[in-house]
């Protein structure tokens, strides 16, 4: 019953009586109270007036796979699309799902992730109602050493969705190699690819997003390295057109890397995003940490970095990169 109160109240753009409710559907004013509740507990803010009934304010930032699926306009990516309300992580759905033959362009968004994670096993705080969670399932072609460049078009496609979201007024996001977004110096968006593969062949890669929307604020131990949409802008998006906007995205430029298997067309464009560029960085290695200028990457999306001993090339699989004197 909510269901159609609600979609009465988005048709009418004033008051609907109680009565023309009741008359409507046949139900007594008991039952229109506790679905004006039901809808108030799911985040709707309905006003109520006597003697003029009932109006619609404003709507909840929902991602259901009908709003998703509404905006997207792409050939494959999002083919199918599931929206979990509490999920591990998405990677490990996709994952589940892939080795049950789930088709390439499956799509899998979790409102709540209760095992998010990010690269080397670092936790992700994934909170109900303030982030977008989701990973995209592909099948790609491709030999399965160039898979670690595919975190990198996500990165760029994340980009400019972000900047298209947001409008004219957007913050100046930047990519901060191998896998984030970030603004101000802190970090907006991570990102998480898994492949499952053979010796010569890939049987699948799983994509993951996790893109900080409607925070408020953040716990201590992350804020100074941290921020959100909501943040930065000082305003709410729709979270289903960003998710619609990342995957339009990320087809083109996915379209473009596969025509060449490598990053030569797409590196000039993210050298110009690319926060790294031209600054003094740590990398994080196993083997001893190398410090030197990152001069952006190269057509294998590996950094390029200028240390005394000469140039070194990163591949994104292996380290994490810092900045000598902070996060970025």
């Not at 109602?129 to 996500?154: H, N, Q, W, Y």
Request: hydrophobic residues 35%.
């Amino acid at each position: 019953m909510k269901e159609k109160i609600l979609q009465l109240l988005k048709e009418d753009d004033g008051f609907v009586s109680g009565q023309d409710i009741s008359d409507r559907f046949g139900v007594s004013r008991t039952s229109i109270w506790k679905a004006i509740r039901q809808l108030e507990d799911m985040g709707y803010e309905i006003e109520a007036v006597r003697n003029r009934g009932y109006r619609l304010v404003s709507e909840p930032d929902l991602l259901t796979e009908e709003r998703v699926e509404e905006l997207l306009h792409t050939e494959w990516a999002g083919r199918s699309v599931l929206v979990c309300d509490s999920v591990d992580s998405t990677n490990n759905e996709v994952k589940r799902r892939a080795e049950d033959d789930a088709g390439e362009g499956l799509l899998v968004i979790g409102e709540e992730q209760t095992a998010g994670r990010g690269r080397r096993g670092r936790v992700w705080a994934s909170k109900k109602g303030e982030g977008i969670f989701m990973s995209l399932l592909i099948r790609p072609k491709i030999d399965p050493g160039c898979a670690s460049m595919l975190t990198l078009v996500m990165g760029l496609a994340v980009r400019d969705a972000l900047e298209e979201i947001c409008g004219e007024d957007s913050p100046d996001f930047r990519i901060k190699w191998p896998n984030d977004i970030v603004c101000d110096g802190k970090k907006v968006c991570g990102i998480l690819t898994e492949m499952s593969a053979e010796t010569d062949c890939i049987n699948y890669v799983v994509i993951g997003v996790g893109i900080n929307v409607h925070n408020p604020e953040f716990p201590e131990e992350i804020a100074g390295m941290a921020t959100s949409v909501y943040q930065l802008t000082g305003r709410k998006i729709c979270r289903a057109e960003l998710v619609a906007a990342c995957l339009r995205q990320f087809e083109q430029e996915y379209a473009v890397f596969l025509k060449t298997q490598d990053l030569s067309a797409l590196m000039n464009r993210y050298n110009e995003y690319l926060i790294n560029c031209g600054r003094e960085v740590c990398v994080l290695d196993e083997h001893g940490d190398i410090t030197g200028t990152a001069r952006g990457i190269n057509a294998r999306g590996e950094l390029l970095v200028e240390t005394q001993e000469g140039e070194r090339h990163i591949a994104s699989g292996e380290v994490s990169v810092r900045g000598v004197y902070g996060y970025v």
